[in-house]
């Protein structure tokens, strides 16, 4: 009950730590959960269990957390800032911990206006909170786990033992703050960054060299973001509309032969555009694995937990290193 | 100043139409500026208010009036008795003129024609903007003079989010990054190392959220009681 995490094993040990996205579902059956445990189990050291993502409502993060954990799967539970204030955040951290989970990645979390940008009707007119943003969220935790104490200053009984996650954009706007950005995580206690999806890695480099420059990567572990590409389409939509990432036209072009070497026959449009995709993937991994500085790896498979396994193995990360 | 705009008149009709003798009132102070509840606007819902009864064969009598301002009683003084000759006053003041005209007229509802938006600022002629969020503990010294709180949808005091694309916030393409227009300010000044400071959270309670908000302003209210004493005396202005 009150073992490390795993996830902070690995990084301790300096071995590249690889970290997975799994999703949970719009439902209240847990099955699906526990099926995607076991898709990710043994490929990655820590899988990150979504808060409510695009703010749309399903199974809560703790909760999924503690489903995955009981198939085995190590969680990163994340929080967002966006639907509690301090009071339940701290609240859901004590349960979190009480419950066996050991990692938490502090996150704003998307607006509410995201739930009803595709096809869901989401919830738009719901109240946001933003009581405290990501880097005094980073700090409460810290507080809570090296002072034993809340933020607003009484004693814990038993403190929360977390490995203190962030994410960071490293392609964002304004560039050159970005950095003063991670800095700031860093001060406030972050002991890991997983970074927003990277296929520009040359911007990345750079974004590095500074980082390292500071020492920043000394003081945390950086694990890299890839996003695993599913077709032109998706390549394409990142790069117009996703914030702060931009996908070089190279990789779009890439999929886009990928997609016409199949003709007119759209399944296999489909698989030839997924096993470019997977192709894709394992190239940034190395790429960035690469760049001085880096940790390890943040794959995100989106809804394609199934897919891990192959990239995992042939990224040449597998088998996953073992702690007793 | 405050800005507000003027509600559907389906919604203003259906709070009005069951009485026979309906006053809009209107306020000459913020809500005229920003073209929604002056006397003209005022005499403009009244007009279309009276197409609307002709329209729907409802013998109801509509009339209009302003004052300069509906949340200090001196304006009310000239006004309030013939205020209460109508059965309903329709205010197209902000929030504030509805409640404390409410608070004080006595048997009649006073009902809002506006809706109240927020504190903002002309940006050009026919453009509002809000800039203040009235949170009662300002801090826009540290981001450049540009409030985080009214103007970054995510209200972050050590931003900007991943949400920021090309300038603009993740919520619209049609609405700054507040943060990233924090840090061009910041840099333009040439304070940017200012924003490596970690802003830590805030405490919320001189904000709405420590529950309505009160000002007094001592020395001016015991002056003002010392006037009414002495001209309660003989021989006072009373």
Not at chain 1, 100 to 112: F, S
Not at chain 2, 95 to 104: C, D, F, K, P, T
Not at chain 2, 128 to 143: H, K, Y
Not at chain 2, 168 to 189: G, H, P, T
Request: neutral net charge; hydrophobic residues 40%; proline residues 4%.
């Amino acid at each position: 009950m009150n073992a490390a995490s795993n996830l902070q094993q690995v990084i301790m040990s300096g071995q590249p730590a690889v970290t997975a996205e799994l999703g949970p579902p719009m439902s209240a059956d847990g099955t699906e959960i526990i099926h995607k445990a076991h898709l990710l189990k043994g490929f990655c050291d820590a899988a990150n269990i979504t808060d409510c993502q695009t703010a749309v409502v399903r199974i809560s993060s703790i909760a999924g957390a503690v489903l995955a954990l009981r198939e085995g799967l190590e969680p990163v539970m994340q929080m967002t800032c966006r639907d509690r204030n301090r009071i339940a955040i701290q609240a859901d951290l004590l349960g979190a911990h009480a419950l066996g989970l050991r990692n938490c990645l502090c996150i704003a979390g998307d607006h509410q206006k995201f739930s009803a940008a595709g096809r869901l009707k989401g919830h738009p007119g719901a109240k946001n909170v933003y009581d405290v943003d990501t880097c005094q969220l980073v700090g409460i935790l810290k507080k809570m786990r090296d002072e034993g104490t809340q933020q607003g200053g009484d004693k814990l009984e038993v403190a929360p033992k977390f490995f203190i996650g962030a994410s960071w954009t490293p392609g964002g706007e304004p560039l050159d703050f970005r950095v003063v950005n991670l800095q700031k995580k860093v001060a406030a206690g972050a002991d890991f960054i997983q970074t927003q999806g990277i296929f520009d890695v040359e911007i990345f480099k750079a974004q590095m060299k500074e980082i390292t420059k500071l020492g920043l990567h000394e003081r945390t572990a950086i694990l890299g973001g890839v996003i695993v590409p599913r077709s032109a389409m998706m390549l394409k939509y990142m790069d117009s509309s996703v914030a702060g990432v931009s996908v070089p036209p190279a990789l779009i072009e890439r999929m886009i032969k990928a997609r016409e070497a199949a003709g007119d026959d759209k399944k296999k449009a489909k698989e030839f555009q997924e096993e470019e995709g997977i192709r894709i993937a394992v190239e940034l991994i190395h790429q960035v694995l690469e760049i001085p500085g880096i940790k390890g790896v943040h794959i995100q498979a989106i809804e394609w937990e199934s897919a891990m396994a192959k990239i995992v193995q042939m990224a040449g990360l597998y088998p996953r290193p073992v702690f007793t | 100043m405050i800005v507000g705009t003027q509600k559907p008149l389906d919604e203003i009709w259906d709070m009005v139409k069951d009485f026979k003798d309906t006053l809009v009132l209107g306020c000459n102070t913020c809500v005229a500026v920003c073209h929604a509840g002056g006397d003209k606007e005022a005499e403009t819902i009244s007009s279309l208010l009276k197409i609307r009864a002709q329209m729907e064969n409802r013998d109801l009598t509509v009339s209009h009036s302003a004052i300069m301002r509906q949340c200090e009683p001196e304006y009310f003084e000239p006004v309030m008795q013939e205020l209460r000759q109508h059965d309903l006053v329709l205010s197209t003041a902000c929030g504030v003129g509805v409640n404390y005209l409410s608070a004080r007229i006595g048997n009649i509802p006073v009902y809002p024609a506006v809706n109240t938006s927020f504190y903002g600022g002309v940006q050009e002629a026919g453009l509002f903007v809000e800039l203040c969020a009235g949170c009662g503990n300002c801090i826009i010294n540290l981001t450049g003079g540009i409030c985080p709180i009214a103007r970054c949808a995510k209200t972050l005091m050590n931003g900007p989010c991943g949400g920021t694309n090309k300038g603009k916030c993740e919520i619209s393409d049609e609405v700054d990054c507040a943060w990233f227009l924090i840090v061009e300010r910041m840099k333009q000044l040439g304070t940017l190392e200012k924003l490596s400071e970690i802003q830590p959270p805030r405490n919320w309670s001189t904000a709405r959220d420590g529950g309505p908000r009160k000002i007094s302003i001592e020395h001016l209210r015991q002056y003002e009681k010392q006037e009414q004493e002495k001209s309660e005396l003989p021989g006072g202005n009373a």
